[in-house]
């Protein structure tokens, strides 16, 4: 093997690896949806076949693809024009993180009451 052979593939090998590691810290879900009204609407996402609304501020965003386990984290932010505390949090419910969805909860301050919001992202 001439040694340009041997450092193209030494190159294409170190270029996978370095994707490996960046699929294992990128986003494997991404959502932003319409949370008011009784069915959410998505207006983008990203592995997300669904959002199925449980109750006021209380959503389950359904994954297409599983996640490989349940050591994930959640991260997402709401905000609606119609409410006096109009920026408010998400946070996923306890035991509500599965490998094939993750219930979320929305709320102003610290989620002791919850709302709905005209828009929530989630990753």
Known sequence: ????????????????????????IAPTCLVNFNGSGSTPTIRWGYNVASITKVSTGRYRVNFTT??????????????????????????ARG?????????????????TSLSDYDTISVM
């Open 95 to 111: 035991g509500g993180m599965t490998v094939d969805y993750v219930e979320i909860v929305t709320g102003p301050g610290g989620v």
């Open 66 to 91: 599983q996640m490989a386990n349940i050591n994930y984290v959640v991260a997402g932010s709401p905000t609606s024009a119609g409410l006096t505390d109009a920026n408010g949090i998400v946070r």
């Open 1 to 24: 093997m001439s040694s340009v052979v041997g450092r193209i593939i030494a190159a294409f090998q170190s270029v996978a690896a370095d994707i490996k590691s960046l699929r294992q």
